[in-house]
């Protein structure tokens, strides 16, 4: 009773949907496939209905109308993927596919003609042989649909919600019917309760598949390689599984009592077997070939060959393929395009020819020198062409015409190496940077032009990039030798003061030398250069040996002078008076004010000194012989400011903005143009910032805002500028 409501709620359900499509208004082909499917599905139902009604004998016709219903499924799946499987473009592929799948249907209707199939016709072993090929063959029938059916759902572009319930609602036919036969194969009998439910669940699909019509219609298809790997790869897995049960099967039949034991060993023998033979890379690499040559146009889809070779090369440095050095990348990058084991990369030497660089998975390889001048050089960097070697050895042989390669001939290091297939120029800029030789694939393939074209495609590509990491090595050793240069110029520069305060002493000297006020004054002065001095030479050790110990793989941050500033205290008041007072001796016009109590903050003193000299010394060159230069310190809350200004010449906001605060630019004879700079950079170093008043003809006003407290040494803070053009 079940079973009869179960498949006439099938049979109706399936009716409605195939009118429900068939009669809209100009259907398309596919729609007008799907309708029929649905109504021979529906005729099949209510068959099994009247079956289970009046018995099997009543409808004669109902394991045909099975296969029939089974294979109007098939059709759809196809008709849908004709375009994606080359089926347009290749009437012969469409010939083998149908002639394949119209041969298991046929075999179908031809053993169930002779053995007359039921499910209730008992055990498979009571019956002849040809009913265990008449269950295996719905099994390879559900199979064959499962994987149609995969491939439409991975290669369908624009596929939504809706076209996924179309996909579940024929995989709930497909997957029932795998399931209900592969139980009938191992157990030898039907089971009926899932023959009895077999129509409503069927009856589940047609919501399914009726709201999935919209969007299915209209999808997009195209078939992936790799797709069609897997889809080929499951077939004959599931071929080979099916076969191999039957042949364990007939064992058991014919082994007697040891039949069982038999079909065991059998089954496991077969399983290692087949296993080992699908995880062998020659058979995969022949399946990858003839999958490329029998079904598709082009022997590749260039789109995922591209990103792939792209994804390789740019790989991130330190995670996963970004760990492997790039020029072995490279290698491997264009190996994998044409399914090559192994690689090596030649590149021009500084003496001349091309000498490797780096291997792929090729160790074995003897790897040859070329000299420069060699004919294979020269052919190439002439050409462009790809150096197919194995056709070089055919012409050696005498088996082939000569000149496939003008006057080049077979060089004698891959005469001695058959695995030597193919060598791809790198030329960038019409210049041969390099040479790549690929090892023999495993499974042997004639070239086309295709191969040839996206060789050398790779081959220019793979030429940018490598002179794109040369550029990049060079940018770094000149970023080195810059950063040397940076370092060489600050020490000249407060050597510059050093020897300034030293000539002047010298020159005062030559009055004042009895005088012991003076030669007091010149002993301090004397020491303090020798402190400053000591000071240098112990700084340039410590960033040498910093350097040594990095390996200075990244240059310096644009002020970094070496470690951050000292987290030590300094009384900033009693500093800048000793900086005015050294520079008095110059200019005597210097004026400070603010400085009579002690203002303790954290910092360096010896790079407080400094900027504050740079600020004062720039004042000071900026001024007449006897303008004034003041220097006011004033304590605002948890902040103290040293404001140093002049009446000089001034300067315009665009000089501060784009000139003032660039290292190496200087306006002075004889500068170094890094005093500013320095003095920036250093009260960012203590956590404070450097702020510029300035008006051309009027003067300029720097404002030196420190934090007392603990300065954080990475803070970056932007320059106040304030001046009229």
């Known amino acids: 009773m079940i079973s009869q409501f179960s498949h006439l709620v099938a049979a109706l359900a399936f009716l409605i949907l195939g009118l429900a499509i068939g009669l809209r208004r100009a259907p398309s082909f596919v729609r007008l496939s799907i309708a029929l499917a649905a109504f021979v599905t529906a005729f099949w139902a209510g068959g099994e209905a009247l079956a289970v009604r009046h018995g099997p004998g009543s409808v004669p016709f109902l394991s045909k109308m099975e296969t029939l219903r089974t294979a109007s499924w098939i059709f759809v799946l196809l008709l849908m993927q004709r375009r994606s499987l080359g089926l347009v473009e290749k009437p012969g592929s469409s010939f083998v596919v149908a002639m394949g799948l119209g041969f298991v249907i046929t075999w179908q209707l031809l053993l169930d003609a002779l053995f007359s199939m039921s499910p209730v016709a008992g055990p498979l072993s009571a019956q002849p042989f040809g009913a265990m090929l008449f269950i295996a063959s719905r099994l390879v029938v559900a199979i064959s649909g499962l994987v149609l059916l995969h491939n439409l759902y991975v290669n369908t572009s624009q596929g939504g919600f809706r076209f996924r319930l179309f996909v579940v609602g024929l995989a709930v036919l497909f997957a029932y019917d795998l399931n209900l036969y592969t139980i009938h194969f191992l157990v030898g009998v039907p089971n009926q309760s899932l023959l009895g439910m077999r129509g409503a669940v069927d009856a589940l699909a047609v919501p399914l598949l009726y709201l999935g019509m919209r969007e299915t219609a209209g999808a997009r298809l195209h078939l992936s390689r790799q797709a069609a790997f897997h889809s080929v790869s499951f077939s004959i897995i599931g071929a080979y599984l099916i076969l191999m049960s039957l042949l364990a099967y007939g064992l058991r039949l014919t082994g007697g009592s040891w039949g069982q034991l038999l079909q065991v060993v059998f089954m496991a023998i077969t399983l290692i077997a087949g296993a080992l033979v699908l995880l062998s890379p020659r058979f995969r690499a022949e399946l990858r070939v003839r999958i490329s040559r029998n079904f598709y146009r082009y022997r590749y889809d260039y789109r995922v060959e591209w990103l792939r070779f792209i994804d390789m090369i740019d790989a991130a440095p330190g995670n996963g393929v970004g760990r492997i050095p790039f020029r072995e990348r490279l290698a491997e990058a264009v190996a994998t395009v044409m399914h090559c084991p192994g690689a090596a990369l030649l590149e021009a030497s500084p003496g001349g020819g091309f000498e490797l660089t780096a291997r792929w998975c090729w160790p074995q390889l003897d790897a040859p020198r070329i000299p420069e001048g060699s004919a294979l050089g020269h052919f190439v960097a002439e050409t462009g062409r790809i150096v197919d070697f194995d056709k070089l050895r055919a012409e050696a042989a005498g088996e082939a015409s000569p000149g496939s390669h003008a006057d080049l001939t077979l060089p004698a290091w891959a005469a001695a190496d058959r695995a030597i297939w193919l060598a791809v120029p790198l030329i960038h800029r019409e210049q041969l940077t390099g040479i790549l030789l690929l090892e023999r694939t495993l499974v042997p393939r004639d070239l086309n032009w295709e191969d040839f074209d996206l060789l050398r495609t790779l081959g220019r590509q793979g030429a940018s990039y490598l002179a794109e990491t040369e550029t990049q090595s060079q940018l770094e050793e000149a970023k080195r030798f810059e950063e040397f240069n940076r370092r060489f110029a600050f020490v000249m520069h407060d050597l510059k003061n050093v020897v300034s305060q030293l000539g002047l002493v010298a020159r005062n000297a030559e009055r004042h030398a009895d005088k012991p006020e003076f030669r007091a004054d010149m002993i301090a002065t004397l020491n303090s250069s020798v402190a400053k001095m000591t000071d240098l030479l112990k700084l340039m050790g410590r960033e040498a040996q910093d350097r040594e110990r990095q390996g200075r793989d990244s240059p310096a941050r644009d002020g970094e002078r070496g470690p951050h500033a000292t987290q030590g205290t300094a009384d900033i008041a009693m500093i800048t008076s000793m900086v005015v007072v ?23 003193a010896q790079q407080l000194e400094a900027m504050l000299t740079h600020l004062v010394q720039n004042a000071i060159d900026a001024s007449a012989p006897d303008a004034p230069v ?10 103290v400011r040293i404001t140093v200004a002049d009446s000089g010449h001034g300067m315009s906001a ?40 300035s008006r051309p003809g009027e003067g300029t006003c720097f404002t030196v805002t420190l934090p007392r407290g603990a300065a954080a040494t990475d803070r970056k803070s932007g320059v106040q500028v304030s001046g009229n053009a």
């Open 630 to 639: 003041r220097l006011v310190l004033s304590e605002t809350g948890p902040e």
């Open 654 to 693: 665009g000089f501060i903005r784009d000139e003032l605060f660039r290292p190496f630019r200087s306006t002075k004879d004889g500068g170094f143009g890094i005093g500013a700079y320095e003095a920036r950079e250093i009260a960012r170093q203590h956590g404070g910032r450097l702020d510029v008043e």
């Open 582 to 604: 050294a520079l008095r001796r110059q200019h005597p016009a210097v004026e400070l004010a603010g400085a009579d109590a002690a203002m303790p903050i954290v910092g360096d």
